[in-house]
């Protein structure tokens, strides 16, 4: 039993079959063995061990039969099959044979082969399995088992195991019988199943014809009753299963003939006595009877293979019967898919849809294609758009899996050897057997032909194809291969249902313009849908036999002259002779369209033209249906029987004319012309109706039948239209491909909606209203909003306002529209309708809008011409002609526009507050749209008709498409750029299959989007999901030539689809070099504004209609010449853009003239309508996609795609610049902001790192210094320190410029848009370089000049000490030797007395003090004179320096030097004086912060100190005054004057202060204690070493620790702080600008808001203090960073105490210099405290040691109980490094503010090149007011800058100046407009607020302001402030 064999094997079965499981699957699908559904589920099983035991167990489930089957499969697989494995019933067959058959030279026993034939028939008549096996043609049993067993190795490459070609009976037996299964002809098999089912089991009694689901009934034909005496012979007729061959053969005489056409067979004729009919013939009753043998005698059995290229009389002897076929049998090849033999037999046809086994075939066929998985699951149009490895490739297939993709990716790229089935080299590599059998016999050279049977037909690719793509796929494919001038399908056969299907919808997409001659003379032309064009038609069919091919006579006739197409596939082209499986019966359809040239034209007006594949007795429906709709039929053929002459006898009263082509070659001419005329008297023909072929050539018939075409479209024939024919088809029982539910339903509901429009213009003025005025009045006051071109006299912010409310009331009139009921059921038919409806609807919108239009535009254009003619010169009745012209357009883009429109009315209502979102009812709208984008739709980005962007409507569309992607929208942009009418829509629909509207009638306007999916496998490689292909309108467009700002519109679109792209085509036609030059200066233009703005896309020049091979060699020069253009444009665009710098094309962006510029022939190959693309074209495309793609590949590592959000940011900013009329300083991104911010953070963070390495080195230093002698600071130690220092800061630099390298190289998100500030942050990295060195160098020089002023009081000091100690020394030995011991108060007494006398016999030298004021006006006084006698004069008169020091500095009137204006105005007076009071305060805190930092320092004066501070005074009069405020000599004398006094006095208590600390005797009274308590502990000879140890740590480690903590402690919190969660609000300026405005709302102090605009330093420095201290006092971090930074000290000392060189000291002396020079970089110790330590100390050094270690912990508690003792901000008075100054760099940045409203800068880094601030004010909060009102100013600086209002102040000498030319004054800074109306609304709120107070603050009247600031709110505020630091 196979069950139980399969059972017991399994393991032996599986492990046999795991190296091939995919072969077996096949092998088990095609033999029906699994189901559709089962095969894919197995195939998705990716481990092979497991796909083949479940595999088993199905086939198991199957029962004994299946079991059976597939172990008989096997065996014919493979070779070496174990036999005690095979089905029990074969196993004695295979071991007889072995036995007696071991070389295979002697056949077989007769029973045993017959055995094997019947078994092998048998199970190979499954109807699942429509392979069959090959035939073989190896003498003997063995032979015949392996041609069996090889021919079924490979499924997919029926080449693999060819036969050989020998001779032998038995083996014309074998091939009779298995040479129907052919897998390289499976429709060999399918005329021998009646036979088979003669001997079939009871069990199979399924495959019968009766059972047969899939068979069809036919219709009979006329005529069948005459068939030679037998009952009616028709292609659906059953001969009976059990005739004898006789019979058979007796019955199969007359039955058929043969058909050259149908590579399914050709038919002998009526006079081949012995011709065998596969209809006829039994197998299993005719073994000694072989029919043929080799390939073509078994295709003259099969009727299946039309022209063999093998022939019988070359390969083997023949039988008597055989003989007289291939004699009998015509010499010649027949044409289309004709495989011939060398004998010229030929074969009868059948077809696959006349017999059961279509299906079969069809399985067949889609099993070798691997394409059976798309007959549930169609294949969509979008499958085959996703970007993939496989799709850029060069698709030469190689095997017949590679056909289907290399048809459709060659058409969708226009490629005319699209239909080519040939296979590239080393395709065949299982084909070399036969080469290398005949290379070891020495045959090298053979007459036999290469076998072509290996691949497949063309037509039967397009049909699989078509029969396994959907609607819209099929739609594609037709309408390339009509751009191909491919003939199409009409009727396709019926393959995978009961009919024919008429291919209606695929071709509802086409649209042809042709120029009949009757428009010749007025030249007009006509354009509409090839489907609705009325036209003659007429058929082709062939009858029988014929030697010439039809279809290239077809071909010859439609091919102009000198330019040859083939538009029918014939037998001459590659691969047009290999054999037909499921193409006969299709019925194929090509036009011809006149250009209007009479002379080059071959027929006047068009004509359609259809050529049925196959013999019309076969396929006599489609030859009913083509008779019908034809005007003429021509019938080929080469003689006529009986037979026929009774088939066309019932066309008699046809109207149809009938004529007849024959082939002066043909048999039986007599008979066949005597019949003729009598068909002539039936069917009313005439002589013209016969065309003979000559022998000669096919010209003289080709002249004939163009002639006769002529005459018959010159007759006024019956004319029908494609879809008029559909009408016929669905009477004669055809099936039309959109009669389904979903073809009708959405056609019902696009009726609906079409019915109502008749003129297009009043239909888009009634249903679309939102679109008509509204929306471009709207687009206007957008763009007005920004540009204020129109502001006239009223102030900016009114006009503002003013033009706010005008877009409300015209949102307003939007949303109270109501849906015209047009919209309605558009509405409903796009969101109600399932998706395939949804899909049809809005194909069948298209194609009713698009005929609309067309007709609309048809009738203007011709209705123009007249008035052309009739007015003449009056240009208003044509202007307004032209306009409805421009308004007649009308497609889906106008209905999505529509609803986009309702969307945004709708969003604003709710946006001000006019209706609740409740209320809303399009909140669905933008999901369907994103959707259609999904379908592969293109969606509008820019409304052409306004030259404006739904902005909201796109955004939220985009926005739900991010949604609906799962997030994963990382996506490449590329765009396309040039002239109108130049091919940019057909380029990308060419290079990436897209829909982009062309032909329908008008050009693109605007911009349309479309997005392409990319392969999951390529997602990583191009580094992006999606690619975003824009299409835009063409530039330098005809009807907007005459608009003023034409080039202003062009510039716009061309500046905005740049911005947005990451590649740009710039395409070009070679014909206008002036258009080129116009197109050129555009985009550099564009070009030039993406480089400001940090954005540099890739720029591909495409130039089309150079077709030359050399044109890229030649055009060398040109591209030199290109290249300087493109300098000399960008240098002229840079003036525009009012750029400074000199620039070159190559400073914008990366442009290699070699690699980027592209030559394209020209589209058509020769003159359209009749020209077919250009294969150059799609080949130059193709290499252009394959090279951007590569492109993409390398870039996107260093430039991350954006992603959806990304793109819509990108988007808003971009066209809210391009409103404006300056772009490059109205460019706002919240991603460059972003980008910005982040790496002001980044490069803040390497700022501190660098500052705190310095601070901590500074401080090391310091200290050493302090622990140096005097003496030992000689002249190299600054050297030293100074080369120290600039290695220090070289390596600190070198790194920091590596980190913004590598920040810039890690790929971080959007880096690149930033890349223009890169050179700001590294001129500050330079700049704080700079400032360190300085502030280091000068550290270390005021250490060294500390330390050195030290030298003669420490001499002293030393000299005083010594003489003391001896003092002290000689009274021990005294009281030592007095004879009563003196108790401790007697001691004292007698240390005091001596201390007295001590003191005063020593020479005390205290410094002198100085009269630093003195000093300090001395040095004034130098300074001042050379300044001349009025100077003197004043100095003169000038009180005491000391005298200014509580003075504050006021502003007089006599300071300023008015004469220098022509008028001393008031508000001149007030506005200098404002100036000048604002520059002496901040001169004034200059000085007195560098003032605070010397006498912080702790040192005595240096007189150098008063000449720095003269330099910074002179420095900072000569940057700030210089050149704008004339001010008078006392200004400066006065100001010194004021400055100096107070740097008097605070130096001159500094110097008191040092001498006061440094007083000797001051110094030795605080080292009196501890010169007692020494002396007390030698008198009472007290163990002193742990008293000593003691007072070391109390009286020098202790301060020390302290003093270590006031340098440490400072710096230790910046980096805790910085590292907190609070730290992001001083990562940035913008962050802390946010953090501070919003603080400042919640509060709503006044006064807060007063400091913070009038003094901002003042204000940030105290804000920072106070949330300093807030920060530690909530979270009592203090402690914990005194604790730590304490325990590092501590650590050291510990570790220095413990070191080798302390612990082997041999004196306390030694260990504590030891201790010392170990901490000399850490601590100061104080030398008077150590030298009393030492004093008389004769401690063991261990014990000292030990003593020490037991007092640190004390130690360390007492610090840290000193310092938690001060109260949390007097700890901050401690640090001599300031945490709140470093913070405040890090925030307050240069300083700088507005000139107009006084905004600080936000600029990161120090040295930046310009100032901007993100968010302005109005100008009265900065102290500005009108000169005669007195009230404050409330316009925005960042509105005044783009209206036509002036300013004048210091800086422009008073003169009026227009805002917009600010930075000629203020050239720094960059004021860029609100990016929105609401920008502001954070100031406007407070201004509004405080309106009153401000006023009296800055002693003005208050603001009359606009209306609408007084509705804003708080939230609104905050709201604002939010978007623009974009902190959402």
């Known amino acids: 039993m196979a069950f139980e064999t399969i059972r017991r094997g399994r393991e032996r079965l599986i492990t046999l079959l795991l190296p091939t499981p995919d072969l077996v699957l096949d092998e088990a699908a095609s033999l029906g063995l699994v189901t559709e559904e089962e095969y894919e589920a197995l195939e998705k099983i990716s481990e092979p061990r497991e796909r083949i035991r479940r595999l088993l167990i199905k086939i198991q489930r199957k029962g004994e039969c299946g079991c059976e089957q597939f172990l008989a499969c096997l065996q014919i697989l493979f070779p070496d099959f174990p036999p005690d494995l095979q089905p029990p019933a074969r196993q004695g067959v295979t071991q007889t044979n072995e036995a007696e058959n071991p070389e295979g030279s002697e056949s077989s026993k007769k029973t045993a082969q017959e055995n094997l034939e019947a078994d092998v028939t048998s199970w190979r008549k499954d109807p699942e399995n429509p392979e069959g096996g090959e035939s073989c043609e190896k003498t003997g049993q063995e032979n015949l088992e392996a041609a069996l067993t090889s021919g079924r190795n490979d499924p997919e490459n029926p080449n693999v195991g060819e036969s050989s070609e020998k001779a032998g009976q038995e083996n014309l037996e074998a091939a009779l019988t298995l040479g129907r299964n052919d897998p390289a002809d499976p429709e060999s098999a399918v005329p021998h199943e009646e036979n088979d089912r003669g001997n079939a089991k009871p069990e199979d009694a399924m495959f019968s014809e009766k059972n047969d689901p899939e068979k069809m009934e036919e219709p009979k034909m006329p005529g069948d009753v005459l068939s030679s005496g037998e009952r009616p012979v028709t292609p659906t007729s059953t001969t009976s299963l059990m005739k004898s061959r006789s019979e058979t053969l007796e019955a199969a005489l007359p039955s058929k003939k043969i058909d050259p056409e149908s590579p399914g067979g050709a038919r002998p004729s009526e006079k081949d006595t012995v011709a065998v009919s596969c209809e006829g013939a039994d197998a299993e009753g005719s073994g000694n009877h072989p029919c043929c043998g080799e390939e073509g005698t078994s295709a003259a059995v099969k009727g299946n293979l039309e022209d063999s290229d093998v022939s019988m009389s070359e390969s083997r002897p023949q039988t008597p019967e055989v003989a007289m076929v291939m004699e009998r049998s015509g010499a010649e090849t027949p044409e289309d898919s004709a495989s011939v033999g060398r004998s010229g037999a030929e074969t009868p046809e059948t077809s696959p849809s006349k017999v059961p086994g279509g299906r079969r075939a069809l399985k067949t066929v889609l099993s070798k294609l691997k394409l059976r998985k798309f007959r549930s699951r169609k294949l969509r149009l979008r499958d085959l758009l996703e970007i993939s490895p496989e799709s850029l490739k060069d698709w030469t297939p190689h095997a017949l899996v590679d056909l289907p993709w290399h048809f459709l990716r060659k058409l969708m790229a226009l490629n005319g050897t699209a239909r080519s089935t040939s296979f590239g080299q080393g395709a065949s590599d299982e084909d070399t057997s036969e080469d290398e059998e005949g290379g070891v016999r020495g045959d090298v050279f053979s007459l036999r032909e290469d076998d072509s049977t290996v691949s497949l037909h063309p037509l039967d690719v397009l049909c699989a194809v078509l029969l396994c793509s959907d609607s819209f ?56 849908s090839l489907v609705l064009t009325p036209m003659p038609t007429v058929s082709f069919v062939r009858l029988g036999s014929c030697r010439f091919s039809k279809s290239q006579l077809l071909n010859e006739v439609l091919s102009p002259a000198q330019q040859h197409h083939d538009f029918f596939v014939h037998r001459d082209m590659e691969s047009g002779n290999v054999p037909r499986e499921i193409a006969d019966g299709l019925v194929e359809i090509a036009w011809y369209f006149p250009a209007g040239q009479e002379n080059l034209d071959l027929f006047p007006e068009p004509v359609a033209v259809t050529n049925l594949r196959g013999d019309i007795e076969s396929h006599w429906l489609q030859f009913s249906f083509l008779t019908e709709i034809s005007s003429a039929v021509f019938i080929i053929t080469e003689s006529i029987s009986e037979r026929e002459y009774a088939l066309f006898s019932s066309l008699q009263g046809s109207t149809t004319q009938y004529y007849f082509i024959l082939n002066n070659q043909g048999q039986n001419t007599e008979e066949t012309l005597a019949l003729l005329n009598k068909l002539a008297l039936l069917l009313d023909m005439n002589k013209s109706q016969l065309l003979v072929k000559q022998k000669s050539n096919s010209a003289e018939l080709v002249r004939k039948l163009r002639s006769t075409l002529r005459g018959i479209i010159s007759s006024s024939p019956k004319t029908t239209s494609t879809r008029d024919m559909a009408g016929t088809a669905r009477e004669l029982g055809i099936q039309v491909d959109e009669d389904g539910g979903a073809y009708r339903t959405a056609l019902e509901h696009v009726e609906e909606i079409t019915a109502e429009i008749q003129d297009v213009a009043k239909y888009k003025k009634d249903v679309l209203r939102l679109q008509g005025d509204l929306w471009r009045n709207l687009a206007k006051v957008e763009k007005e909003l920004c540009r204020m071109k129109d502001q006239r006299d009223v102030p900016p912010e009114d006009y503002r306002s003013q033009l706010r409310e005008r877009w409300l009331e015209l949102r307003r009139q939007q949303n109270q529209c109501d849906l015209t009921s047009g919209m309605v059921k558009f509405i409903s038919g796009i969101g109600q309708l399932g998706p395939a409806e949804k899909h049809h609807f809005l194909k069948w919108m298209k194609f009713h809008l698009d005929g609309i239009a067309r007709g609309n535009l048809s009738r203007l254009r011709a209705e123009y011409r007249e008035k052309c003619h009739a007015l003449g010169d009056d240009a208003q009745q044509l202007a307004e002609l032209d306009g409805l012209i421009s308004a007649s357009s009308l497609g889906l883009e106008h209905f999505m526009r529509e609803l986009g429109q309702f969307y945004e009315a709708e969003w604003s209502m709710v946006k001000e507050a006019k209706m609740g979102n409740n209320q809303r009812q399009f909140t669905c709208l933008p999901g369907i749209a994103a959707e259609l984008m999904l379908e592969g739709f293109p969606m509008e980005l820019i409304d052409g008709d306004a030259s404006n962007i739904p902005l909201q409507w796109v ?210 190959h020769g003159v359209p309508p009749m020209a077919p693309v250009n294969m150059g074209y799609s080949e130059s495309v193709r290499e252009l996609k394959k090279y951007l793609c590569e492109f993409m590949r390398h870039r996107s590592p260093h430039r991350p795609p954006k992603d959806i959000p990304q793109f819509i940011e990108w988007l808003g900013s971009l066209w809210n610049a391009v409103k404006h009329e300056n772009f490059i300083f109205s460019f706002r991104n919240s991603l460059v902001a972003e980008a910005y911010t982040q790496l002001s953070v980044k490069f803040s963070e390497w700022e501190w790192e660098f500052r705190k390495e310095m601070h901590l080195w500074i401080s090391k230093v310091e200290t050493t210094i302090q622990n140096q002698s005097p003496d030992n600071l000689g002249p190299g130690t600054f050297e030293k320190l100074r080369l120290e220092v600039h290695q220090l800061l070289h390596d600190g630099e070198q790194k920091m410029l590596q980190n913004l390298q590598t920040y810039f190289e890690s790929g971080a998100g959007n880096l690149h848009l930033v890349e223009k500030y890169r050179e700001d942050f590294l001129r500050s990295t330079t700049f704080l370089r700079h400032e360190l060195e300085s502030y280091l160098l000068c550290k270390s020089e005021e250490a060294i000049r500390i330390q050195k002023g030290r030298s003669k009081i420490d001499h002293l000091q030393a000299r005083y000490m010594k003489t003391i100690e001896g003092k002290v020394d000689g009274l021990l030995r005294q009281c030592r030797e007095r004879e009563k011991e003196l108790n401790e108060k007697e001691l004292k007494k007698e240390f005091a007395k001596m201390w007295k006398e001590t003191i005063a016999e020593l020479p005390l030298e205290s410094l002198p003090l100085r009269q630093i004021h003195k000093d300090i006006h001395y040095h004034l006084c130098k300074d001042l004179e050379n300044r001349g006698s009025l100077v003197k004069q004043v100095l003169h008169q000038a009180q005491s320096l000391l005298s200014y020091r509580n003075k504050p500095f006021r502003i007089k009137k006599e300071y300023l030097d008015l004469v220098w204006y022509k008028a001393a105005m008031e508000f001149i007076t007030q506005q200098c004086s404002r100036e000048l009071e604002e520059f002496a305060k901040s001169l004034v805190e200059e000085c007195r912060r560098y003032i605070g930092q010397k006498v912080q320092s702790g040192g005595d004066y240096d007189q150098t100190y008063c000449g720095e501070l003269l330099w910074i005074i002179n420095d900072m009069l000569q940057q700030k005054i210089g050149g704008n405020i004339r001010t008078s000599a006392s200004f400066e004398v006065d100001l010194k004057l004021h400055i100096l006094g107070e740097a008097a006095s605070a130096f001159q208590q500094m110097h008191e202060d040092f001498l006061k600390k440094n007083d000797p005797q001051r110094r030795l009274e605080e080292l009196r204690p501890q010169y007692f308590s020494t002396f007390r502990d030698l008198y009472y000879e007290k163990d002193a070493c742990q008293k000593r140890a003691f007072d070391f740590c109390d009286q020098c480690l202790r301060p020390a620790l302290w003093d270590y903590m006031k340098k440490r402690l400072g710096i230790e919190i910046v980096d805790d702080f910085l590292s907190s969660r609070e730290s992001i609000e001083y990562g940035s300026r913008s962050f802390f600008q946010f953090t501070v405005q919003k603080k400042l709302l919640e509060e709503m102090n006044f006064d807060n808001y007063v400091k913070y605009i009038v003094d901002y330093e003042g204000f940030v420095k105290s804000w920072i203090q106070t949330r300093l201290f807030d920060h530690y006092r909530e979270t009592r971090g203090l402690g914990d960073l005194e604790r730590a930074v304490l325990a590092t000290i501590m650590k050291k000392v510990q570790d220095a105490l413990e070191s080798s060189e302390c612990k082997e000291a041999l004196t306390v002396s030694e260990f504590l210099d030891h201790f010392c020079q170990a901490m000399c970089k850490e601590l100061v110790i104080s030398k008077d405290s150590l030298e009393v330590i030492l004093f008389m100390n004769t401690a063991s050094v261990g014990q000292f040691l030990a003593d020490i270690q037991a007092f640190l912990p004390q130690v360390e508690e007492s610090v840290l109980s000193g310092w938690e003792e001060l109260a949390g901000d007097m700890v901050f008075t401690q640090l001599q490094f300031q945490p709140q100054d470093e913070i405040f760099k890090r925030v307050f940045g240069c300083g700088k503010q507005c000139p107009f409203c006084k905004v600080p800068c936000e600029a990161g880094g120090s040295d930046h090149k310009e100032h901007f601030a993100s968010v302005h004010r109005p100008q009265g909060l900065g102290r500005f007011r009108e000169e005669i009102s007195k009230r404050l100013v409330y316009s925005l600086c960042s509105s005044d800058v783009v209206s036509g209002n002036s300013f004048r102040s210091l800086f422009t000498a008073f003169q009026w100046q227009p805002y917009k030319d600010y930075r000629r004054f203020f050239p720094t800074w960059r004021i860029q407009p609100d990016p929105s109306i609401s920008a502001s609304d954070y100031w406007k709120f407070i201004f509004r607020k405080f309106n009153s107070q401000f006023a009296r603050e800055y002693d003005a009247l208050p603001a009359n302001l606009p209306p609408d600031w007084k509705k804003l709110t708080k939230e609104q505020a905050l709201q604002s402030i939010r978007e623009a630091f974009n902190m959402e």
Not at 481 to 505: E, I, K, N, V, Y
């Open 955 to 1164: 955004t939220d569309v985009l926005t739900q498409l991010h949604a609906k992607l799962g997030g994963r929208s990382r996506m490449l942009v590329l765009t396309v750029l040039g002239v109108q009418s130049t091919g940019k829509s057909t380029l990308l629909n060419t290079m990436f299959g897209l829909q982009f509207a062309v032909s329908s009638g008008r050009c693109t306007r605007g911009a349309f989007m479309s997005l392409i999916k990319v392969a999951e496998t390529f997602q990583q490689d191009l580094g992006c999901d999606f690619l975003l292909v824009i299409d835009t309108e063409g530039l330098k467009a005809p009807e907007l030539a005459k608009l003023e700002d034409s080039y202003e519109h062009d510039n716009e679109l061309a500046t905005l689809v740049i911005g947005l792209s990451d590649i740009t085509i710039v395409n070009m036609a070679m014909e206008n070099a002036t258009e080129m030059k116009d197109v050129l200066q555009i985009v550099v233009h564009a070009f030039l504004r993406m480089e400001q703005i940090g954005h540099k896309p890739n720029c591909q020049f495409v130039h089309q209609n150079v077709s030359d091979v050399s044109a890229h060699e030649q055009n060398m020069r040109d591209r030199k010449h290109l290249l300087e253009q493109l300098d000399e444009m960008t240098r002229a665009a840079a003036r525009m853009e009012k750029q400074s710098r000199e620039m070159k094309f190559s400073d914008i962006m990366d442009y290699d003239p070699e690699k980027h510029s592209w030559y394209i022939p020209g589209l058509w």
């Open 473 to 528: 796929l099929q739609q594609e494919i037709l309408s390339k291969m009509s751009m191909c001038q491919f003939a199409l399908p009409l009727l396709l056969p019926a393959l995978d249902s009961p009919r024919c299907t008429l291919l209606l919808w695929a071709m509802r997409d086409i649209v042809r313009r042709w120029r009949p001659h009757s428009l010749a003379e007025s030249r007009g032309f006509r354009e509409e």
